[in-house]
Structures are given as C-alpha cells and as structure tokens.
C-alpha cells in the first residue's frame, strides 16, 4: 500500500511510555492508522501490546507521548473518553452480559429513551437487527440472550455494539482465537464489511497467516517499543516478520559453555517418558543431565509451557511419566515434583511466582519452609540468613532481604524465584520464559547466573520464545511446533533461520 | 353458612361451664409432661362431631414459646378423633408461609389456624383462603385486615407489661424511691413496644417508683447474659427487674449469679418452666412471671373445631364463636404456682 | 533499609561480586531491627489507628460513667463478653487471611453448644461436654475443609450451606427448647470463685488462643503457608506447597476455634440454644476487617482482630452503661466500622509513602 494521504490519516500514536512498578511496559511505541485499513499489531506476549490498546481504550494513562487523532493531539482521560471520540475496544474476554439480550447488550448504557428514562425495547430490537444486518449476520435475532449464543457470534454482537457507537476505529484483540476455521472466514468478512465503511481496525493475532489474509499493514512491537512501522501484510516475509518478533535488538552476552560438557553416559537426573496431554502437546520424551542446559523452542501455541508445567506436576498428564534419579513422580503433583527436586521458575511470574505483598526472604524461603522450622515452628533467623545467602549468591539488589518484592525490578524478581529453588537445593530448574519482563540490560546477568548453576551441577530445561536465547544460553535445543518435538540437535548445530524455519514449518515460508 | 338450625341443637347438648374455653389459655389443673390443656374438658363438646381437618400453619419453632404452641395444638387436636390436623412444617421466611397456607387452602381443609411469620405480610393469603370459603383462627400475631380471619385468638403484650408493672408496684409500694430496670426483648419487635409501654403506663400508677434503666436483649439466652451483665454494671443497686421473656432469663439469671447479686425482685415474662420451677423454689431473685400462655394453640384448636362443626362456645350464649378472645396475662408468683406449672413450657 | 536502597541505584548487570564489609554491617542491623520488631507486638500503623479509637472510646467510657466504666468488674465483664466472639473471629483471622471465609462459625457454635448441652453428653459431665463441643467445631470444619478443598467448593457457598444445615440441626437437637446445664463443674467456671488472680477463665482462654494464634500465624510454617496461599494461590501451588490440604487445616481450625467458643459460651449462659452465635459471621468478619486483615487474602493479624473485638465489645458496654438502646447501638457500630477503615487507609497511605 502506498504512503498514506495526509487526510486519511486517523490515528497516530508517538514515543508511548508507560511504566509499572518493576518494568517498563511501553518504551516509546510508534502507531499509525489511517481510515478504511486493518492495520495488524503483532508481538510476543508480554512484548506490550495489551498495554498499547488499553492506552487506546482510555484505560491506561501514558507517562510520555502523543496521540493525535484526526489532526488533532488529544488525551484519552477515560474509556468513555475513547469512545466519544470513536474508538472501541473489543477484549479477548468479552465483555458482554450474558443475561442481557442481544439489543440490550448493544445499546448498554445507551439506550434510546423517551422522556430520558423509558427504554423503548422495540426501537432498540430494530436498531439492533439492522446493525447485525450490516455485519451480515441477519441470523442473530435481536432478543435472544447472549448467554445462549456461541463465542463467534457474541463477538459479532461485540462489534455491533462498537458500531452503535459513532465509532471510526474498532480494536480486536486476538479475535479469531476462540473461533474455528468457519468462523474465522465469516469474521473476516465482518471486518471487509467494516472497512468498506471507512472503518478502521487493528487488529492483533499471533496467526501470521491469518495477518497475511486480511491486513494491509503490519506494525510490529518488542520489549515496549516499535521495531517495523507500517509493513506491507502481504509482501513481507513471514520469515522476516517472525524475526522481527522474536529478534534480538541488543547483542546478549551469553555465557561461556563449559569445556567439557556432560557425557552422554552419564545418568539423567530428569527422564520424560511419553509425556502426553491431549490437545495440547503429542508424547514427549526427553533426558536431562546435570549440568546441563536443554532449551524448548517454539512459537507461542506449541506446547511449551504446557510441557515444562506438566513435568512439574502442575497439569495432570494424560499418559506418560516423569522420573527423577530414576523414581517417578506422582502424576500431577507439585508437592511430589518439588520434593523430587524440580524447581519451576513460570512464565507469568507475578500471578504465577511472586506473592507480591511478601519480601524477598518469604519470597525465597517459602518452598523450604519445612528446613527452618522444628515442629513447625519457624527459626526466622535462620530463614533470614539462609535467603539472604541465596539471594547474594545471585547478586539480587537490593541486598536487603525486607524489602517488598513488588519494589524489585523484573530481574530481580526472577532473581528471587531463582533463589528460592537455589535455596531449596533443586536438582532439575524448569524455566519459563526467563527473561520475560526483565530489561535487556538485565538479561546477561541472568544468562551468567543460569549457566552458573548448570555449572554446579543443576540440570535446567529452558523454554523460550526469543530464539537466540534458546541458542546461545542452551547446549541441546528440542524444536516444537504445534504441540509436537520437531527436531533436536545440540545448540551449535542450529542457527536462528533454520530454528524459525523449522517453526514456521508447513507455512509457506516466501 | 349453612345449617344454622343443627347448630344451635347441638350448642343446647354443650354443657360446660362458662369460660372453660377462656381458661383453656391459663389451666387450673396440673398434669405431668403434659401440655394442660389436654386436662382441660374440651370445649363446646368432648363427644365426636363431624369429621373436622384443621390446617395449622406456624412460624418456625425456634424459641421455647413457640415450640409449646406447636405442642399445644398437636396434642389438643390428638384429643379428638374426629380431628385431623394437618401441620405444615415452621417457616420463618413470609413467602414460603404464604405457600404452605395456599397449599392448605388447596387441599380445602375446613379451618385454618394461622401464626403468621408477619401478621402483616400474610393478611392476603387470610383474605384468600376466607374467600375460599375456609374460615380462618389467626392465632397471636395479628393480620391487618379483620376480614383476613373469622375469630382471633393472642395474648396481651401490652397487659404483659401492664400485670408486670402493677405486681412491680405492690410488691414495692411501700419503699420510698425505688427503682427497677427493664430487659426487654428484641426491640425490632412491635410486641417489645408494647410491652414497655404496659410496664412504664403501670408504673405511672406508683409515684414512687422510677424505672431508671433498659436494655434490649434478643430473646436468646446468649444475649440475655450479655445485657443482663451490663444493666448489672451499669445499676449498682435497684429494686426491681421486669425480663421481657424467660427464655432470655436464663441468661439473665446467669449473668445475676455470676456477678453475685441480689437484693431486688426479678419478674419474667411469657411463663417457661424453668422460670416456674425457680420461682416454686424460692431460691433466687426471680420471685414472679407473667404469662403469655402457649395454651392459646388448644384453644385455636378448640375453637377450630367448633366452626368446623357449626357449634358455638359452650358457656357463652352466642350462637357463634367469638371474633376475638384475648387471653390475660396473669402473673405466677409462689402463692399460685403450682397451678401453673403444667403450662410451663421448656 | 536505606544503606540496601541505595545499593539498589548501583544494582545491575555490572553489581559488585560480594558487599563489601559495610554492608555486611548494615545486614546485621537490619537483621536486628527485625529481632526487635518481631519481639515486640507488631505494632503497625493498622493496629496503632484501632488502638487509637480504643483509646478514645475508654475516653468516652471514663468520662461519660467514670464510677461504672473504669472498674475492675467492667474491665472483667468487657474482656469476658469479648471471650465467646473473640476466639471465633482468632479462626476467622486465619480464614480469610488464607483468601477464604467461613460464614458457617455463629451456626458451629449454635450446633456445638446444644449437642453439647443435651440431657445424653451432660451425663458425661465436664469432659463430655468439652470433648463434645470441641469435635462437633472439628467435624463441622472438616466437612467445610473436605468441600471447599477438595469438592472445589467456592467458601462463600460451603460456608452459606453449613451455616444453614448446622443451624437446621440444633434446631432439631434442641426443638426451639433451652438446655439447662447441670454439670457444677462447668457452670463454676463462669462465677467469680473461680476467678484466677481477678482473671476469669474465660478471659485466659480468650489469651490462650489469642497468643497461640498470633504465634501460629507469625511464627510457623504453616502460618506462613496460609499467608502464602492468601497472598497467591496459584504462586504457592507452584511453590510446592500443597494448597488444599492447607485450605482443609484451615477450615478446621476455624472449626476449632468454633467448637472453644461455644464451650466458653455454655460456661457463660449456662446453658445451650439454638440460636446461640446470633450473627457471629459478620460480627468476626467486620472485627478482622478493621483489625487490618485484607478480605482478599495474604494479610492477616491476630492483634488487630482482637482489638476489632475490643472495639466492638467495649462499644456495647459504654452504651449499656449510658442506657442507650440498641438503635443507637447499631448506628454507632456501623459508624465505627466505616471510621476505623478510613482512618486505617488513610495511615496506611502516609505509612507507605
């Protein structure tokens, strides 16, 4: 598509900067949209893409940056703001009343009235049906209830409720992910609908393929900032848009790998013997070794996390085996896992690690909390003391073991879940997405601190979306796609492109 | 109403002597474990009549007093065999009552006996079930409209408060300055009002006398320690105490004997066993009750009976039952008690 | 904390290897400081905004009815009344500090206390109906325990059903009818003779579980654990820690906590009923919400709860003894509760900024 004319340029978002406690979300973000296009938005989770479209929503404040919209620079002080102006929002968990009809849903907090307060429900019925009309879904009768009807035509019923609305740009955060093929095809045609009107819509989805179907331009973000503005959907490789995705936009120093690394003979500490979960990954079996590091590559979908929480007994699986030093565990028990010696560090750490109102000491200590305490009374010194040598082993900052977790920035905070499998004395650290949310400067100190421990004998299976972190922190690499081991070969026989090949495998790869 | 001829042949049969009905509320003759009232010479007739089925729908029997109403009335209605009653189980909750009572009015029994949940709250369904055609007995707590019920039968709340305050009175009439409190029941309750206002209009009689404090407990034995403890606190020293509900007084008198008090006359209310049993005794401050008889279950049953067989009240010359009876609330001190006794309800 | 906070500006990929002998220095005294905290009764600013009303509520007391209020048999009688509810809202503390809540407790206390009390245990004598009262709590708070942890019940729901069953049960046990108690042994522990140093046993009770609890949640693993699962659930799962197994201890214990108090409560009235622990639920939620437990979980105080008790109960004693009916009583506890709250927020505020 060619560069936009300057009078249908809609939006434009410049230098979006939004802090949280701990990390920085959005680190200058650039957008723009102009009218009648879909626009793609496209990240790895956690890359700020959810924080950018609440920003649009009005939900969340800026702390830098200008957004202008239709020539002029505005403040987006609330939702309610966004959507006088002409922009909606549509959620992956929509937000619909399920006990509401159809019409009801539409017209929330909108409703036409006489005399200011009655509803005329046979106004708003008619009003509804020739929305669902123009979206081309005449079948969704205007007072069914919500609750009665499927995801794909809630979300129908979501766009029409934007549409009732003076609305100019509609946002769709991950819209086809609940749907099936059938219905994918029919929202596209919803979307086609829309931007014949002049509507514009961004429109996120880790399905390349599905961009490459219907938008007409692709704007990429990583780590909080914008790394390809304004790509053409079609025309840009998927390979490069994948790249673009999980590139490294810093070279990392990565660790030394030892000199000798750990024989092939030598007893696994961790053994997978035809884990399975089904709908989420096929049998997998893999060995771990002490001192060694095994990375799990794949997109996001593939399994990943899926398999590293199922070994740690967290999913139930549905056929298969985890032993460790050659007894097996409990199936889909922690408790077991932990007392085997596996240690999880996971990927959403704040919901899924830290008890964020604690210190760092209750951080560390709490999966060891039976080795302080003599019939169950605690001896908190010793607690004190043996958390603070954990966490000063990893150089956490600050060395103070009082401080609020919640102050520490994202490293650190991985640094104190690290510390508490350190603490517990694991055999076998599962790590989800490491690095997630810790700034890129951080990250090296983390790599050094992972090989570290591989070094003193711990066995680390390590799962992430950034390909060369896979590469460059593990010695073997297991390849997922879909659920599936696609291809293992020790770390040094891979390069980027052919682990993004192998990913992307079965896509048409230009 | 039909057949009014066969009526008054059968009201001639009907010897008993006047205000045996009345007296159904307040029994003279003691016998053990018993209900009284199944001592009592029926009312209108102790001969089988017509086959009678009496609906009886009550609150929930979660308190001593209304536990002896449900008592009362099973074991007046067991006393004759042509009665069936048919007793729905207690409820609490106005709309789940209302239920029960159309329920009954479906199953067209020939009386209802009501105690409403909420006197008001099931006026309609009174209303209903006499439009229906069945006569209805409110029993205590009253409905809003005289037409929801063909007769009434309750206690005196304000009598209550009224016999407590003039036996109060007597029994200090003589003392200069003296001073009572008060432990009333749940002050959410119109009836708490109501006796208050009996007590403090009787006391007005004996200048005297000052009421100088009241507390409000809930009619649990939990919260009549716990108000009684603090009055006790708070009055250093007084003459006499009138307890709403001797239910309560249990409580109360445990509060007493744990802050080791005494030297003033306590009073109780609505006429408990226990109650009666200390005051035979003669053992602790409690010297005197004041009824609010459960018995007036058998005579709703009684008096149930006599509509369901056109029959008028024996001792009365009417043809008809009354519309309201009233049942007095006399006081129970150690010179009457045993009389009494077999009314106490636990 | 500020020599660490300031450690904190050079933290960062190129950190010192190993603090230097100063900060090694600063560790031990913040490491003191803790010492000295934990010895003491943590007295934070939550607690420090509800020591302030009580404060001001003795103030009220001396001033309004200083004869009756600031006398050895009130200070007695308030501590006393708070026995029963107190040791009920100790358990509560633990609950909702673990995310949860029992709204079954008034009803554990009613059904405990009658099955205790009827004419069958009583023959049993001072040990029978203890022993009675304390595993009825118990079987009470298994069967929440066993349905919230392990039937994936939500609390609020499992609660709401045994508060309704445990109460339909007394109700039957008992028939709306007082029991009596005849057991001397039990019914002397409620007098003054038995009074240990002018302390009544009630009162020693009520500090027992008071000190106990305090020290179960701040001093061992499982107090730990249950902050842990208040905190995060999902973060202590993954942390090793068996979540149910902890959300069944903790029914149970509240059961406990129930099943002593309604002992205490038929020392009290000597007797049992049905329709004893009258709105304890809400009585001991509201006292652990002003005392500064969070109702989401992962903050808890036992101190604060019972000064929330105190509150309450001493409320309760300067209106009786000014004879104001229970009306005023209420509106003031409502006050009371939106006061303490603000007043706590609003420290909390200032304490973190």
Excluded at chain 1, 76 to 93: D, F, H, V
Excluded at chain 3, 192 to 205: E, Q
């Amino acid at each position: 598509m060619a560069p936009a004319p300057p009078e249908t340029l809609l939006l434009t978002m410049s230098g979006i900067i939004k802090t949280f406690p701990g990390v920085r979300a959005l680190d200058g973000v650039d957008l723009e949209v102009q009218a009648g296009e879909v626009h793609c938005l496209l990240g790895q989770n956690g890359a700020g893409k959810s924080t950018l479209i609440k920003v649009l929503a009005g939900a969340h404040q800026p702390d830098g940056g200008v957004i202008t919209w239709r020539g002029e620079a505005v403040t987006l002080k609330s939702p309610i703001a966004a959507m006088r102006l002409g922009i909606a929002t549509i959620y992956q968990e929509l937000d619909l009343v399920e006990g509401l009809s159809v019409a009801e849903n539409i017209f929330l907090g909108h409703e036409p009235t006489s005399a200011g307060f009655v509803i005329k429900g046979r106004e708003a019925r008619a009003a509804a049906t020739a929305l669902l009309k123009r979206l081309g879904h005449p079948e969704i009768q205007a007072h069914t209830p919500v609750g009665e009807l499927s995801a794909a035509q809630q979300q129908i019923v979501s766009m029409a409720r934007a549409l009732s609305h003076d609305v100019r740009l509609i946002v769709m955060d991950e819209p086809s992910a609940a749907l099936d093929p059938d219905e994918v095809d029919n929202l596209f045609r919803v979307v086609s609908t829309l931007t014949a009107d002049g509507v514009a819509v961004i429109y996120i989805s880790h399905r390349l393929e599905e961009i490459r179907r219907i938008g007409d331009r692709v704007t990429v973000i990583k780590d909080g900032r914008t790394v390809a503005v304004a790509l053409p959907a079609k025309e840009t490789p998927t390979r490069e848009v994948v790249a673009l995705m999980t590139g490294r936009n810093v070279e990392y120093v990565f660790p030394e790998r030892p000199a000798a690394p750990p024989s092939a003979d030598a007893e696994p500490v961790l053994r997978v013997e035809g884990l399975t979960r089904t709908g989420e990954f096929e049998p997998v079996d893999l060995e771990l070794r002490p001192g060694e590091i095994v990375g799990l590559a794949g997109l996001v979908g593939s399994g990943r996390s899926e398999i590293l929480e199922t070994i740690y007994g967290a999913r139930k699986p549905t056929a298969g085996r985890v032993l460790v030093g050659g007894a097996p565990l409990r199936p889909g028990s922690v408790p077991s896992a932990v007392r085997a010696g596996l240690g999880l560090a996971p990927e959403e750490r704040k919901a899924q690690a830290l008890l964020m109102l604690e210190s760092v000491t209750r951080n560390v200590s709490v999966s060891s909390l039976p080795r302080f305490a003599r019939i169950g009374w605690l001896d908190r010194s010793a607690e004190r003391t043996a958390a603070r040598k954990a966490t000063r082993e990893l150089s956490l900052r600050p060395d103070n073991p009082e401080a609020r977790i919640r102050t520490l920035s994202g490293g650190n905070q991985q640094k104190a879940v690290l510390a508490r499998w350190l603490l517990r004395g694991c055999r076998v650290l599962l790590l989800d997405e490491p690095t997630r949310g810790v700034d890129v400067g951080a990250r090296a100190e983390l790599y050094a601190v992972i090989r570290r421990l591989a070094d003193e004998g711990l066995a680390v299976l390590l799962v992430s979306s950034e390909v060369p972190e896979v590469l460059g922190l593990a010695d073997r690499v297991l390849v997922l796609r879909e659920g599936r081991v696609v291809h293992r070969a020790p770390a040094q026989e891979l390069d980027e492109h052919r682990v993004l090949d192998l990913v992307m495998e079965g896509s048409p790869t230009p | 109403m039909p057949e009014t001829s066969r009526r008054g042949l059968l009201f001639g049969t009907a010897a008993i002597s006047a205000g045996a009905l009345l007296t159904a509320c307040t029994s003279n003759e003691p016998e053990k474990k018993e209900p009284a009232a199944n001592s009592q010479p029926a009312a209108a007739d102790d001969k089988p009549g017509t086959p009678v089925t009496i609906g009886f729908a009550g609150p929930q029997a979660d308190h001593g007093w209304l536990n002896a109403i449900n008592e009362n009335a099973k074991s007046r209605a067991a006393k004759y065999s042509e009665v069936t009653l048919d007793i729905t189980e207690g409820s609490n909750d106005t709309a789940a009552q209302i239920g029960q009572v159309e329920t009954l009015i479906n199953k067209k029994v020939d009386v209802l006996v009501i105690l409403p949940a909420d006197g008001k709250a099931l006026t309609q369904v009174g209303l209903k079930a006499m439009r229906a055609g069945i006569p209805v007995i409110n029993l205590d707590r009253i409905f809003a409209d005289p037409q929801a019920y063909r007769c009434w039968v309750g206690g005196d709340n304000y009598g209550m408060g009224v016999s407590a305050g003039n036996y109060i009175g007597e029994k200090l009439k003589d003392k200069p300055n003296a001073t009572v409190i008060e432990l009333a029941g749940l002050d959410n309750l119109e009836l708490t009002q109501q006796r208050t206002k009996g007590f403090d209009d009787a006391l007005k009689n004996f200048p005297n006398i000052k009421k100088v404090a009241r507390q409000a407990a809930d009619f649990t034995v939990e919260s009549g320690q716990a108000k009684m403890a603090q009055l006790l606190q708070a009055q250093a020293s007084f003459d006499a105490l009138w307890n709403h509900d001797d239910d309560q007084g249990v409580g109360a008198l445990r509060a007493i004997q744990q802050a080791g008090r005494d030297g003033f006359l306590m009073v109780g209310g609505a006429g408990a066993k226990s109650a009666m049993d200390a005051i035979k005794a003669d053992n602790s401050v409690l010297k005197a009750t004041v009824l609010y008889p459960p018995t007036m279950a058998a005579s709703a049953i009684d008096l149930a009976r006599a509509l369901g067989q056109s029959k008028g009240v024996s001792g009365l010359a009417e043809l008809e039952i009354p519309v309201s009876v009233t049942c007095y609330s006399a006081v129970v001190d150690k010179e009457n008690v045993d009389q009494y006794l077999p009314t106490g309800f636990s | 904390m500020k020599q660490p906070a300031s450690e904190a500006q050079q933290g960062g990929p190129e950190a010192a290897p190993e603090p230097p002998v100063l900060s090694a220095s600063t560790a031990k005294s913040a490491e003191e400081k803790g010492g000295w905290r934990s010895l003491g009764l943590r007295l934070d600013v939550r607690n420090l905004s509800l020591l302030g009303v009580l404060a001001a509520l003795i103030v009220v007391g001396g001033i309004t009815k200083p004869e009756q209020f600031l006398d050895t048999n009130n200070l007695q009688l308030v501590l006393t009344q708070a026995s029963v509810i107190g040791v009920v809202t100790v358990g509560m503390t633990f609950v909702i500090t673990s995310g949860g809540i029992d709204l079954s407790v008034g009803a554990i206390v009613a059904l405990s206390s009658v099955w205790a009390t009827t004419l069958a245990t009583q023959q049993y004598g001072f040990a029978g109906i203890l022993f009675t009262a304390v595993v009825v709590g118990l079987g009470c708070g298994l069967v929440n325990g066993l349905l919230i942890a392990y039937g994936g019940m939500v609390p609020f729901i499992a609660t709401l059903a045994m508060l309704a069953s445990a109460r339909g049960l007394a109700l039957q046990i008992t028939e709306g009818k007082t029991q009596i108690v005849t057991v001397n042994s039990v019914l002397d522990l409620g007098i003054p003779d038995s009074y240990v140093l002018g302390v009544p046993p009630l009162v020693l009770v009520f500090a027992a579980v008071t000190v106990i609890g305090w020290l179960v949640l701040n001093r061992t693993t499982f107090g730990r654990r249950t902050v842990a699962v208040g905190g995060n659930a999902e973060a202590a799962r993954l942390a090793g820690i068996d979540v149910r197994r902890q959300r069944l201890y903790l029914y149970l214990l509240s059961g406990l906590c129930c099943g002593i108090a309604a002992f205490l409560l038929i020392i009290l009235a000597g007797s049992g009923q049905n329709t004893n622990g009258n709105l304890y639920e809400l009585d001991a939620i509201a006292a652990a919400i002003i005392g500064g437990t969070l109702l989401s979980g992962g903050r808890g105080t036992i101190v604060g709860s019972v000064l929330g008790v105190l509150v309450f109960t001493t409320i309760t004693n300067i209106f009786a003894l000014n004879n104001l009916q229970s009306d005023v009583q209420q509106i003031a506890k409502g006050a009371i509760i939106v006061a303490a709250v603000l007043v706590q927020r609003r420290t909390m505020r200032n304490g973190e900024a």
